[in-house]
């Protein structure tokens, strides 16, 4: 994107303060968005307070100030476009299409659909999007956006922002199938402790994989900090159990009145 203009001279100081508290009213809601563009919080925030200086210095050029809101989303999105870098394990369009193209290309679908349903998988496999793809997969997806918004938002005609969300839709779906090797080469590394313990309730619970179980299993043996933590989330996790009230023993006698008043709320007789 190119550089902003410098700000024009301001026409009318309340003018401009009230243009100024709009903007300020409009900052979390452009933090939202980014957020959903970006995984980077931090780098979502920039976008997002970057958008809002560079609408302070062309606030000259909005002609219509209800359309405030739709021109900072449009400055928005293009930001995030522009600041974006070719991640290393993006997939390449050409190769996806290919794929797609081969009668005897088919995915899981109960893995797809599994790793979909987790929060992490699930923003690795868009991550993994190219930007001009992912961006309309979640502005449409995700933010409910129209595919005419899309298209004014990224300079893009609706054939061509119709067709990057077709790709981008055909990649994310590559990404979750494909997830089984890249992660087993991740998982063969050794973990960090925030990856580690993140999984600790699930390993405490037996529910995790083999691989996921041996690569938790291999951070605890050489950790220094983790395993005093799994330690007391076990103790914890006990303590707990022993809130439970222990089987209670009813006498014969009690039981007997008891299932008398229930026979004769019932209509029944006991025979």
């Not at 119709?162 to 080469?185: F, I, N, P, T, Y």
Request: include cysteine; charged fraction near 30%; aromatic fraction near 4%.
């Amino acid at each position: 994107m190119d550089d902003d203009p410098p700000a024009p001279a301001a026409r009318d100081g309340s003018h401009s303060d009230a243009f100024a508290d709009r903007l300020v009213a409009e900052l979390p809601r452009l933090v939202r968005l980014a957020t959903r563009l970006v995984r980077d919080a931090d780098q979502a925030e920039d976008c997002a307070q970057e958008t809002i200086v560079g609408a302070w210095r062309r606030r000259d050029q909005l002609r219509d100030a209800t359309a405030l809101s739709a021109w900072l989303r449009r400055s928005l999105v293009n930001r995030v476009i522009d600041r974006s870098r070719v991640h290393r394990d993006e997939l390449d369009i050409d190769a996806v299409e290919e794929a797609w193209r081969d009668d005897h290309y088919s995915v899981a679908p109960d893995r797809v659909l599994e790793r979909a349903e987790l929060h992490d998988e699930l923003e690795d496999a868009l991550a993994r999007l190219p930007v001009i793809y992912r961006v309309p997969v979640v502005l449409h997806d995700v933010v409910g956006w129209t595919a005419v918004d899309i298209g004014r938002a990224m300079d893009a005609g609706l054939p061509a922002t119709k067709q990057r969300l077709r790709r981008g839709r055909m990649m994310l779906v590559s990404a979750l199938a494909e997830g089984d090797e890249r992660r087993l080469a991740s998982l063969a590394q050794p973990l960090r402790c925030w990856r580690a313990r993140r999984h600790v309730s699930a390993y405490l619970d037996g529910e995790l994989d083999a691989d996921t179980r041996s690569a938790v299993e291999a951070h605890l043996e050489t950790c220094p900090t983790c395993p005093p933590l799994y330690a007391g989330l076990v103790g914890v996790k006990a303590s707990l159990g022993g809130l439970r009230d222990p089987d209670t023993v009813v006498e014969e006698a009690i039981a007997g009145r008891i299932r008398q008043q229930l026979d004769a709320h019932s209509g029944r007789t006991r025979q």
